[in-house]
T-cell receptor, first 113, second 113 residues
Framework: KAGVTQTPRYLIKTRGQQVTLSCSPISGHRSVSWYQQTPGQGLQFLFEYFSETQRNKGNFPGRFSGRQFSNSRSEMNVSTLELGDSALYLC????????????FGPGTRLTVL | AQSVTQLGSHVSVSEGALVLLRCNYSSSVPPYLFWYVQYPNQGLQLLLKYTSAATLVKGINGFEAEFKKSETSFHLTKPSAHMSDAAEYFCAVSVPTGNQFYFGTGTSLTVIP
């Protein structure tokens, strides 16, 4: 089976712009979670989607949003980018939410200038 | 609520020495526990997981971890460190009835030749 894929792998944006990141889960996985990873804060949970519904949301401002499509692919969007949004954004998929092992993609490295 | 504490954000060992990475968890119900490894500029890769079967869990690359309920610990060990083990290691907890993973802050392992 193909693993979790994330596109693009690298992005450079300027402050105030918006960005959309994409995640394709492992075939058959219906749950997709997003994390932000920075050197100072470590791995921080953004949100989780299951069957096109957001089930959980972390403590991030409303500028961060996401969605999941009927084929389980997910996108996350960040509007009005700030310098502090520079991070590695990781997507993870699992068959079901919660206890199932999460399988991670390689991440999207976002740099905000 | 669940949480994970990883003691020691940086650990250095000599090549061939024992690797011990510490993880303590907090959970109101029997947890599922995971260790992941992250190499530079990559996503997280599952090393091993505990899901209430045998308390000693063997994973990939010679790593193992022991679930100790009385100590609420799930420490990761490897008898002999290799240079290729240098990476960031994350401990995570979830619960069977829950819907979110909780990650520790990570431990960076350096292997000295």
């Amino acid at each position: 089976k193909a693993g979790v894929t994330q596109t693009p792998r690298y992005l450079i944006k300027t402050r105030g712009q918006q960005v959309t990141l994409s995640c394709s889960p492992i075939s058959g996985h219906r749950s997709v979670s997003w994390y932000q990873q920075t050197p100072g804060q470590g791995l921080q949970f953004l949100f989780e989607y299951f069957s096109e519904t957001q089930r959980n949301k972390g403590n991030f401002p409303g500028r961060f949003s996401g969605r999941q499509f009927s084929n389980s692919r997910s996108e996350m969007n960040v509007s009005t980018l700030e310098l502090g949004d520079s991070a590695l954004y990781l997507c993870a998929s699992s068959p079901n939410p919660g206890k199932d092992t999460q399988y991670f993609g390689p991440g999207t490295r976002l740099t905000v200038l | 609520a669940q949480s994970v504490t990883q003691l020691g954000s940086h650990v250095s060992v000599s090549e061939g020495a024992l690797v011990l990475l510490r993880c303590n968890y907090s959970s109101s119900v029997p947890p599922y526990l995971f260790w992941y490894v992250q190499y530079p500029n990559q996503g997280l890769q599952l090393l091993l997981k505990y899901t209430s079967a045998a308390t000693l869990v063997k994973g990939i690359n010679g790593f193992e971890a022991e679930f100790k309920k009385s100590e609420t610990s799930f420490h990761l060990t490897k008898p002999s460190a290799h240079m290729s083990d240098a990476a960031e290691y994350f401990c995570a907890v979830s619960v069977p009835t829950g819907n979110q993973f909780y990650f520790g802050t990570g431990t960076s392992l350096t292997v000295i030749p």
